[in-house]
């Protein structure tokens, strides 16, 4: 009696041991593919970045390397270096002809010791984890600019100007566009991606027109940076019109949030909050404290075709600060 109680004891501490090791095991797996996204999407970032606004070439052996060692250290930032007890972080990009962009493959393996059954003698477990990403491409917006819609503190705008044309803007210091290095704006990250904007104080907007779309590969969705003003006509929605090369259009209408006014909507996302605004609508110039907001939308699109165009909504309440398409 007493050797059938001590092996239903034994079973019952073998059972409860294998449960938490899996548990533990399960937890060390999520860590170890949340350190590959973040790998994979900080190697992306890197080669965004490197390869400017609007982008003229493909990623060099440079930038490829750079954008390695940022993707390793955003997996040290998440507790797994490189060959540092057993673990091995593996990046590989790839250029894609004629796009101006690259995709991006990451692999973290690690051996893992198990807690309990380590104890009777099972040696360590190998785990793996894989992500990619492939990165977008900046749309051009350079010629299709016609609002200034992003002021300096302390800039006089028109009191038929600004983003609303009324004489509001969003603030270019609380957007980190006070900067010299480049000319350039802002640069803000969303699903992994990186929007840069135009500078300040000059057209850095659009509204109410067609910009063309990069043709030298098929893109699943379109991402924009944009921002509304339903002040003087409410729950307006943004229309969306997409050509493509083969003369076929699809239309999508989102309904946008005021900038000042978020209403979280569906497939709407604060890419960016600030503070205040720029007033200068009754001509003294002051920061209005009232928080304002850019969102980001995503349109899908068919990724059989090539895209061609993208025709903006026609009222000037929706302004376009940065659009991204994604393969």
């Not at 548990?23 to 170890?32: H, K």
């Not at 309990?116 to 990403?133: C, D, H, R, V, Y």
């Not at 990186?194 to 850095?204: G, R, S």
């Not at 995503?298 to 165009?309: A, E, G, H, R």
Request: glycine fraction near 8%; charged fraction near 10%.
């Amino acid at each position: 009696m007493l050797v059938n109680y001590t092996l239903i004891f034994m079973s019952l501490v073998l059972f409860a041991g294998m449960a938490v090791d899996a548990g533990l095991l399960e937890r060390d797996y999520l860590l170890l593919q949340s350190a590959t996204n973040a790998a994979a999407t900080a190697t992306s970032v890197s080669l965004q970045r490197s390869a400017g606004y609007p982008p003229t070439s493909g990623p060099t052996s440079a930038s490829i390397t750079t954008a390695i060692l940022a993707g390793k250290a955003a997996a040290t930032a998440n507790g797994l270096t490189d060959g540092v007890n057993g673990v091995a972080v593996t990046i590989t990009v790839t250029a894609i002809a004629s796009s101006y962009s690259s995709t991006v493959a990451a692999s973290i393996t690690e051996s893992v010791a198990p807690t309990f059954l380590g104890i009777l003698g099972l040696g360590k477990i190998n785990m793996k984890a894989q992500a990619s990403t492939n990165e977008a491409v900046a749309v051009n917006l350079t010629s299709y600019y016609n609002v200034i819609g992003i002021y300096t503190d302390g800039h006089a705008i028109p009191s038929n100007g600004g983003f609303d044309a009324y004489g509001y803007a969003f603030s270019a210091n609380l957007l980190g566009q006070v900067r010299a290095s480049n000319g350039l704006g802002a640069m803000l990250s969303w699903r992994g991606q990186i929007f840069t904007f135009a500078a300040a104080n000059a057209v850095n907007g659009v509204t109410q027109t067609t910009v063309s779309l990069p043709k030298a590969r098929s893109y699943s969705q379109i991402l924009i940076l944009a921002s509304a003003d339903w002040s003087y006509s409410p729950d307006v929605n943004g229309t969306f019109v997409v050509t493509y090369t083969d003369g076929s259009t699809a239309t999508t209408t989102i309904l946008m949030s005021d900038w000042c006014v978020p209403q979280y909507l569906a497939g709407e996302t604060m890419v960016s909050a600030q503070a205040y605004r720029e007033d200068d609508h009754s001509g003294t110039l002051i920061q209005d404290p009232r928080e304002n907001y850019i969102y980001g939308y995503s349109i899908n699109v068919d990724n059989t075709k090539n895209l061609s165009s993208l025709k903006l909504p026609t009222v000037r309440q929706v302004v376009v600060f940065a659009i991204d398409v994604v393969p």
